[in-house]
């Protein structure tokens, strides 16, 4: 897949906005709403281990945190090590990829990394993510679709103005033009890609965390080891009613799990007391190691 050249900024205009991303300098911010407003279709390409990179120019995390491979590191990074720690070859399931910024990451930092398995919803999003998982040297695979616990379309909510919308999320309505599968299905079917005794599952899917664990018990029960990263946000635990704890009680159902905050220090969560008693109310990354 290639994004239209309509896409990319001139090879001057790109390399001085890549210098700008990376600096903290006065009116970053005030610069940065200016530019999306005129080109918002855009993308920035950044060099990461030589390899081109691609962000939308209307994403402020990449010019706060100067670029993709400093995205969230002191979240991302214990999560690599978890992997790396491992010290066996695994498969990377990223479930709600947006442009693949995670899959970067975890391709730059695990040597272990075998192979990429990539899920995004968003038509938009999910055609800079498949340029940008052509361009890791791990086997890579994208598939336009979300992942639940059903097979079928659903309505995608996303706002169609900008280039990626990473809060977009569907409803199980069975209605709409969004396909929607589940890890179990999916793996019975696929025959080009070979997956990893060991797995990571890095689930990022925006209110259906616990339908992708659902459809994905079995995947999750017959791997040899599995690690899973998986997003805690307020704002959609209370869209869909829910807590941190039945995210981790419905896990659990499946196989048994070690939890920790990479945010605070690998701190390891006490199952026996509400999260948001042990933790600030906020949006956490959280890492599941399978005993």
């Excluded at 390899?51 to 120019?57: G, K, S, T």
Aim: proline fraction near 4%; include cysteine.
């Amino acid at each position: 897949m290639k994004l239209g050249s309509r896409r990319f900024f001139s090879g001057g205009i790109n390399r001085l906005l890549v210098l700008l991303q990376k600096k903290d300098w006065r009116g970053k911010h005030w610069f940065y709403v200016w530019l999306s407003k005129r080109y918002a279709s855009k993308v920035i390409t950044h060099s990461v281990e030589g390899r081109a990179f691609n962000v939308p120019v209307g994403e402020w995390c990449f010019w706060l945190e100067k670029g993709p491979e400093n995205y969230y590191l002191d979240e991302f990074l214990p999560f690599c090590d978890v992997l790396n720690n491992l010290d066996t070859p695994f498969t990377l399931f990223d479930l709600g990829a947006d442009i693949g910024t995670v899959s970067s990451l975890v391709a730059t930092h695990c040597n272990n990394l075998k192979n990429v398995i990539a899920f995004e919803p968003n038509t938009k999003s999910f055609e800079v993510l498949a340029v940008n998982l052509e361009n890791i040297r791990q086997p890579s695979m994208c598939i336009n679709a979300a992942v639940s616990d059903f097979e079928g379309v659903a309505t995608f909510h996303v706002d169609s103005e900008r280039l990626n919308d990473h809060e977009g999320y569907i409803d199980n309505s069975g209605e709409g033009d969004t396909k929607v599968t589940s890890l179990d299905i999916w793996s019975v079917e696929q025959q080009d890609i070979t997956i990893e005794e060991t797995i990571a599952l890095k689930i990022d899917v925006e209110g259906q965390e616990i339908q992708a664990v659902l459809g994905a018990k079995s995947l999750i029960k017959n791997a040899q080891k599995v690690v899973v990263l998986i997003e805690i946000h307020p704002d959609v635990l209370a869209r869909t009613s829910n807590t941190p704890d039945d995210l981790f009680s419905i896990t659990e159902k499946v196989r048994d799990f070690e939890w920790i905050v990479p945010l605070y220090n690998n701190t390891p969560i006490n199952r026996n007391l509400p999260f948001f008693e042990q933790m600030p109310l906020g949006q956490y990354d959280i890492i599941g190691i399978s005993r």
